[in-house]
């Protein structure tokens, strides 16, 4: 049976011969996604058809894995995002990376449903995890990694309280967060 990394690249390679195939064509719109037949203009009916078939199969496919992960307690879902864990500790540069390799970002909540996912593979693997949050250079400057000002928190009682030294953000296992040291070994938990 083939890992979930090898059914992604497979997945992405068929995706990524079908948007090849279609660029040959002006005028055609709508990818990523499945586009409807107006998004295949330019393209002979057969062809449009064939297309639209195989995207359509392909996301089947797709949403099919990833109800299994899930599942199988590998992923979580929230909105649009999709969380998972290798379940292994690492500092935060560290953690970053990894997530970054495989294609995501350490994991951000930006609302309460989004830290309780979070909080739900904190408390499956009993370990804090790093957050895709840090401290800024100005004091009480907190921001997600892309840069954006926090839009929603969840610190716990007193924090953050690490007077410009713990720069990075953990969630306990009670869904609440602190401001830690950045060389501290945390659960990793990337979103994609």
């Known amino acids: 049976m083939l890992s979930y990394s090898s059914y992604i690249l497979v997945a992405l390679a068929a995706f990524s011969g079908t948007c090849h195939a279609l660029s040959k064509y002006p005028g055609i719109s709508g990818l990523p996604g499945i586009p409807g037949r107006d998004g295949l203009k330019g393209l ?3 062809l449009a058809s064939k297309h639209h078939n195989a995207l359509a199969h392909l996301k089947h496919r797709l949403f099919q894995l990833e109800a299994v992960l899930a599942l199988n307690g590998k992923i979580r879902k929230v909105g649009e995002k999709i969380l998972a864990s290798n379940g292994k500790k690492a ?3 560290s953690a970053l990376q990894s ?9 951000a909540p930006r609302n309460e449903e989004e830290n309780k996912a ?5 408390k499956e693997y009993n370990q804090y995890a790093y957050l895709g949050i840090r401290k800024g250079e100005t004091s009480g400057q907190v921001k997600y990694l892309d840069g954006m000002p926090l839009s929603y928190s969840n610190w716990h ?6 007077k410009g030294k713990e720069k990075c953000v953990e969630m306990y296992t009670d869904g609440t967060w602190n401001d830690k040291k950045c060389n501290m070994y945390r659960l990793t938990i ?3």
Request: glycine share 10%; hydrophobic share 35%; charged share 25%.
């Open 99 to 107: 997530c970054e390799e495989a294609g995501g970002t350490l994991a």
């Open 44 to 46: 002979p009916d057969s």
């Open 118 to 122: 979070v909080m739900d593979i904190v």
């Open 157 to 162: 009682q007193h924090e953050p309280n690490g």
């Open 91 to 93: 500092d935060f540069a």
């Open 190 to 192: 990337c979103e994609f």
